[in-house]
């Protein structure tokens, strides 16, 4: 057994600088160091699982749990949650155990039914063309602000009940504080507590238009949903409508921005797509395979000890599963760091595995196919007005997304 005591090197998973040369730090890791010790910037002590059959195995073990209250001592969840005011964003499926996540995952998955994701392909459509319309004549644009970012979060907010005219504040509130939540640097908690506030006032407002008056959207199921009797907790449901939210475009946000990346970048694969339309499923997952939109999954804790490739990982240790490496692992994917759109078997994990696989993944699948065969269609002759070595990863610790991708056609 060999018991890693030395001091843990310090990682910075979030910064712009790690993105853009992470995978061939990961490549280094599965070969010689599969199960790393880190330390996050905040002083947190990580474990990261880089190989794919490990963080298959990871995501699927109840040894990891998502939720640490029955772990840690009050120190350590003061550390971890350091501000009341996340009890109103935590408390939702994507971090809880059973039977909790049990029960709240029932309460919404009937919202994500595949019947229910393809009655919304006509609309989805709509939406798509409606921004290239605005778009079209004037010969260049900004993927992510113009088109990857308003698709998705349309969607959602319709789905919900929510104006869209209050998209670009969501979107502030939410880089803020997914930044703040994920890092628990105290200077980025301390800037975020004023947006954490405005974002819990809005969906209190939200929920109390909806209990005078409900109406056909998700919102509404969630305040009159009941599952084997149980409603959601006050807690739960500004947790579940906050998650759902964030959950519902940006994922979709750097799936189609990484998208047109990835196209832009092998411009064989492009003119390829564009020849066979048909080939826009395999293609969408070759995407999620090679630039995923999540780049490490949400954190776990050991529930008690556990040995893994003679690494002892300690109970209450917090686990953090590298989804972009086990997607170019050289044991699973043949010639990993090639973009290959006709790539067979693709058994990505860019959806997770397990209980927490992403619910949204048929809803994201859908709308990255719509909004990448439009766009091929409609621009044709699309590509980077850049160099691509001055584009910039959003530093963000779970997501991989690009800040912006200025293309012209």
Same mark, same amino acid.
């Given at each position: $057994?060999s ?23 990961y ?7 599969p ?10 002590i ?21 939720n ?14 350091? $501000? ?32 229910m ?27 992510i ?14 789905m919900?009940g ?5 998209r ?10 997914i ?26 407002h ?33 947790? $579940? ?12 946000v ?16 492009f ?55 086990a997607?170019?692992?050289e044991?699973?994917?043949?010639n ?25 993944a048929?809803?994201a699948?859908?709308?990255g ?19 691509a070595e ?20």
């Amino acid at each position: $057994m060999s018991i890693s005591n030395h001091k843990a090197p310090l990682l910075d998973l979030f910064s712009s600088e790690f993105k853009g040369k992470a995978y061939s730090f990961y490549t280094r890791l599965r070969e010689n160091e599969p199960v790393y010790r880190f330390m996050l910037p905040n002083g947190q002590i990580a474990w990261l699982i880089t190989q794919y059959e490990d963080a298959q195995a990871a995501l699927k073990d109840n040894r990891f749990i998502k939720n640490p209250h029955t772990l840690l001592s009050q120190e350590q969840m003061n550390k971890l949650i350091p $501000m009341l005011e996340r009890d109103l964003l935590i408390n939702h499926m994507a971090l809880s155990d059973p039977p909790d996540h049990t029960r709240l995952r029932n309460l919404v998955e009937k919202a994500f039914t595949p019947k229910m994701i393809k009655e919304l392909l006509g609309r989805i459509q709509e939406i798509t063309d409606t921004l290239l319309d605005e778009i079209q004549d004037k010969g260049k644009m900004n993927v992510i602000d113009e088109f990857a970012f308003p698709l998705p979060i349309i969607v959602i907010f319709e789905m919900l009940g929510i104006p869209t005219k209050d998209r670009d504040q969501f979107r502030e509130w939410s880089n803020v504080i997914i930044e703040a939540i994920t890092t628990d640097i105290p200077e980025k908690m301390q800037e975020a507590l004023p947006k954490i506030q405005s974002l819990i006032k809005y969906i209190g407002h939200l929920i109390e238009e909806r209990r005078k008056d409900p109406t056909e959207d998700l919102v509404s199921a969630l305040i009159q949903a009941e599952t084997e009797g149980e409603k959601l907790t006050e807690n739960e449901l500004y947790s $579940m409508i906050f998650l759902l939210i964030i959950a519902g475009y940006e994922t979709t946000v750097n799936l189609i921005g990484n998208g047109v990346l990835a196209l832009l970048q092998h411009p064989e694969q492009f003119e390829k797509l564009k020849s066979n339309p048909e080939l826009i499923s395999s293609a969408i997952e070759e995407i999620l395979r090679f630039y995923g939109p999540v780049e490490l999954a949400t954190s776990r804790f050991a529930g008690e000890d556990v040995l893994l490739h003679e690494k002892l990982i300690r109970k209450g240790d917090m686990i953090v599963v590298a989804l972009a490496s086990a997607n170019r692992d050289e044991t699973q994917f043949k010639n990993p760091d090639l973009f290959d759109i006709t790539r067979k078997n693709n058994r990505h994990l860019a959806f997770g595995m397990g209980i927490h696989y992403c619910l949204g993944a048929p809803l994201a699948r859908l709308e990255g196919q719509i909004a990448l065969l439009t766009l091929l269609r409609r621009m044709p002759n699309l590509r980077l007005n850049t160099d691509a070595e001055t584009l910039k990863w959003r530093p963000t610790f779970i997501m991989r997304g690009l800040i912006e991708l200025p293309v012209v056609f």
